[in-house]
């Protein structure tokens, strides 16, 4: 049988909301753009516009990938913690059972929302 690997890395979408990353991807992009420019006027095999975007492209997904496993670890632990908050409210003899219906259901929409952004 063929050794068949982990896949297609795909970047989570919930990364591309994330300020600093698009921050540091323009920066990026301005520093290829400048490298383009200037490889108008020398162009050799290793200052060229191919290159230039294969490096900005590597670059980017560098970042990306790093930030992702940044964020989705925090996005686990306040699943967590939403849980046990969900938990402790079900298990609350002093909350009316109205209550613990508005409260619970609350909470398990936050959890979904979180679970949606982690697997989108």
Not at 44 to 73: G, M, S
Request: proline share 4%.
């Amino acid at each position: 049988m063929p050794f068949v690997g982990k896949g297609c890395w795909v970047l989570p979408l919930f990364v591309l909301k994330n300020k600093t990353l698009e921050h540091e991807i323009m920066t990026l992009r301005k520093h290829m753009h400048r490298e383009i420019e200037q490889s108008q006027l020398n162009r050799d095999n290793e200052y060229n516009p191919q290159v230039a975007l294969k490096e900005f492209k590597n670059k980017v997904i560098t970042i990306c990938w790093k930030t992702a496993r940044e964020a989705i670890p925090k996005i686990r632990n306040k699943i967590k913690t939403l849980k046990m908050n969900l938990c402790s409210t079900l298990d609350d003899p002093y909350l009316e059972n109205e209550e613990k219906q508005l409260v619970g259901l609350e909470i398990q929409q936050k959890i979904d929302n979180l679970e949606i952004l982690r697997h989108a």
